[in-house]
């Protein structure tokens, strides 16, 4: 019986150590939580009419880590674009703005665009923390420009409690909190003309 025991030992040392990882790209799991959660948020209200437009190293951002918490040997993958993407087109967000459509550019000099930039993303201390530069244009002529910066909620305690099969969700709730946090604060500088 011993033995037995030494010898998973062994095993998981050397899956610990060589390199060997349980991916997990949380923002595949994105729309499923949405589809639970869309319509739980509250926004500000705002009249404005716009499309929107993600910066392209937001796009394909990829971020990386591990938590002591659920064990080394999962490799948790955060795509913000596609997280943040999947936000904007939540039912609680497109309720909050006139219309919020994809599409335009800041070049363009056609009505109002948002252009959102990534400027930092980390999962730390149980939390995202979220920095993103947002620019409104009207015709093309710049309105607003402003970096945003966030922390998610922190979900410690679910990591703790349910290991790696709540670390996804806790993931997706606090990146999610931190943007909803800097959408606020957005739609409240959104000048009123």
């Known amino acids: 019986m011993t033995r037995h025991i030494w010898l998973v030992f062994v095993i998981a040392l050397l899956g610990a150590t060589t390199g060997c990882s349980i991916k997990h790209p949380v923002a595949k799991d994105y729309p499923q939580y949405l589809a639970k959660n869309g319509n739980v948020g509250s926004l500000p209200k705002t009249n404005l009419e716009s499309t929107y437009q993600i910066d392209g190293k937001t796009q394909s951002h990829r971020y990386e880590f591990r938590a002591a918490t659920v064990g080394y040997a999962h490799l948790w993958i955060v795509e913000f674009g596609k997280i943040l993407d999947a936000t904007l087109n939540a039912p609680y967000v497109q309720s909050s703005f006139g ?3 994809k599409g335009g550019s800041v070049t363009d000099n056609a009505g109002n665009v948002i252009d959102f930039k990534l400027t930092r993303y980390e ?11 947002i620019v409104l244009s009207n015709n093309g002529t710049e309105v607003l420009n402003k970096t945003y910066s966030s922390e998610g909620a922190s979900k410690g305690g679910r990591m703790w ?32 003309n």
């Open 99 to 101: 219309t919020l459509e």
């Open 123 to 133: 999962f730390k201390h149980y939390r995202a923390y979220v920095s993103m530069n």
């Open 161 to 192: 409690g349910m290991g790696p099969f709540g670390m996804t969700t806790s993931t997706l709730d606090s990146t999610r909190s931190a943007i909803d946090k800097i959408l606020v604060q957005f739609i409240n500088d959104i000048p009123n």
